[in-house]
């Protein structure tokens, strides 16, 4: 399996443009999370989704956030408009509770990320 | 409140040395389950290990160790005989049975340095 997939890795961008973040979760995989990480606040969820529907958004920081998921292979996550705070790094995870043994928790495989850096 | 506390932000060691991070957790869940992630230079996390909350058993793989015990609320990691390879961050995470195990609070990170 070729892991969890982001794209683009690195995006440079200027204030006030749509920026568009892209994520292929692991084929099988039933959950997928978006995280944010920064210097000031660490790792971040912003949304999750099961099954395609997102389940838990209240971290998206404001209504310039917004995250879909059309199908089970794909996921977004749009700024719109963006800010030099948005600046960060993205990453996608996906995870299936099934075939974790009985231990009854996601162990969330990540994406290589996508580093976004707004001026 | 903070759930997930790694105090340690850097560690420097040399080669060879043994080194052990440490991460205090709270929660008011009677069932949880704490990870170690690494974040590695190149910048993706890499899962190391998981136990939940029923399981103290100490668990060993490689140089890896780790030592979770309920009474202190914790779960250090150690790592013996350090290699250059090992030089990264180390997210230590909690999640919650009451929210559906599906958030993952992680710590602020320790950023290890092995020094050849």
Known sequence: ?119 | AQKVTQAQTEISVVEKEDVTLDCVYETRDTTYYLFWYKQPPSGELVFLIRRNSFDEQNEISGRYSWNFQKSTSSFNFTITASQVVDSAVYFCALSEQGTGANNLFFGTGTRLTVIP
């Open chain 1, 1 to 119: 399996d070729a892991g969890v997939i982001q794209s683009p890795r690195h995006e440079v961008t200027e204030m006030g443009q749509e920026v568009t973040l892209r994520c292929k979760p692991i084929s099988g995989h039933d959950y997928l999370f978006w995280y944010r990480q920064t210097m000031m606040r660490g790792l971040e969820l912003l949304i999750y989704f099961n099954n395609n529907v997102p389940i838990d958004d209240s971290g998206m920081p404001e209504d310039r956030f917004s995250a879909k998921m059309p199908n089970a292979s794909f996921s977004t996550l749009k700024i719109q408009p963006s800010e030099p705070r948005d600046s960060a790094v993205y990453f996608c995870a996906s995870s299936s509770i099934w075939g974790q043994g009985n231990s009854g928790a996601n162990v969330l495989t990540f994406g290589a990320g996508s580093r976004l850096t707004v001026l």
